[in-house]
C-alpha cells in the first residue's frame, strides 16, 4: 500500500462540517489551525461567539467548539 503525502483534513464548527483543507501528512496542530481559522469563510464561524476548544485530529478533522 502507498500512502499519499497530501491529506484531506476536514474542518467542523460545533460538530458541522464548514469545510475541507488539504496538508502534507503529518503536519503540526499548531500550523493547521493556525491556516484554517485564517478562512473567510471560518473565521466567519469563530467570530459569532467565544472558542472554548479546538479538537484536533491528526490527519483528518479540526473541530472548534464556540460558545
Known amino acids: 500500500m502507498v ?3 497530501v491529506v484531506t ?3 467542523q464548527v460545533n460538530g458541522k462540517l464548514r ?3 488539504r496538508f502534507d501528512r503529518g503536519v503540526d496542530q ?3 489551525v493556525e491556516e484554517v481559522s485564517q478562512d473567510d469563510k471560518i473565521a466567519k464561524y ?3 461567539g467565544e472558542l ?3 479538537i484536533f485530529v ?3 478533522l479540526v ?3 464556540v460558545k
Open 58 to 60: 491528526p490527519d483528518k
Open 19 to 21: 469545510g475541507e483543507f
Open 46 to 48: 469563530l467570530s459569532q
Open 3 to 5: 500512502k499519499d503525502d
Open 52 to 54: 472554548v476548544k479546538t
Open 9 to 11: 483534513v476536514v474542518v
Open 30 to 32: 499548531d500550523i493547521v
Open 63 to 65: 473541530n472548534f467548539v
